[in-house]
């Protein structure tokens, strides 16, 4: 299993930027979820913010389906096998899919999916289900690298007060 110790510099930078843009999105109103998707050059190819937020929002418009899909519009599978998706929380099962799906080679999260559910308890907007990242990942046949958690506790600084 890989853990916050092997998050290098890069990885940290680009996570904060997710605590950033989780921010920004928490102040639209929208649920504080980001999600950076950087190429193998240390390149931003596309960053998401959460946008399921009911009644009017689709809830597969998690910021991690978002910015995986917006990035395989843009690159080819070899690329995407380069790249790194940096967000905020520990990715739920639906974005793991898609994360998978597109081919992107390595996730690196904040907070994990045990320490959201504390933070949301019940809340029927989130009913997070505990299935974590990693396991999605190894029952498929591309290896994915998972570094996680990373700064959790800065990574639960946006939901602070969001879920009450």
Same mark, same amino acid.
């Given at each position: 299993?890989?853990? $916050?110790? &092997? ?5 940290? =930078? ?13 102040? &639209?109103?929208?649920?504080? =979820? @980001? ?21 009017? #929002? ?39 899919? @898609?994360?998978?799906?597109? #081919? ?7 907070? /994990?999916?045990? &320490?959201?559910?504390?933070?949301? #308890?019940? $809340? ?5 289900? /505990? ?5 999605? =990942?190894? /029952? #498929?046949?591309?290896?994915? &690298? ?5 700064? /959790? ?12």
């Amino acid at each position: 299993m890989t853990t $916050h110790d &092997q998050a290098t510099a890069q990885d940290l =930078f680009f996570l904060r930027k997710t605590f950033e843009l989780a921010e920004q999105t928490k102040q &639209q109103g929208l649920h504080p =979820f @980001a999600a950076i998707v950087v190429n193998a050059q240390g390149e931003i190819v596309t960053q998401a913010g959460n946008n399921s937020l009911p009644p009017t #929002g689709d809830p597969t418009r998690h910021a991690e389906t978002v910015a995986a899909g917006q990035a395989a519009r843009l690159l080819p599978l070899e690329q995407l096998r380069g790249c790194t998706l940096y967000t905020n929380a520990e990715p739920c099962a639906m974005c793991s899919g @898609a994360i998978y799906w597109t #081919g992107i080679g390595r996730v690196v999260y904040g907070m /994990s999916e045990g &320490q959201l559910l504390e933070i949301t #308890g019940n $809340h029927p907007e989130n009913p997070t289900l /505990s299935l974590p990242c990693r396991q999605v =990942f190894a /029952s #498929g046949q591309r290896a994915i &690298q998972v570094i996680g958690p990373c700064l /959790s506790e800065e990574a639960a600084q946006a939901h602070q007060g969001f879920w009450s």
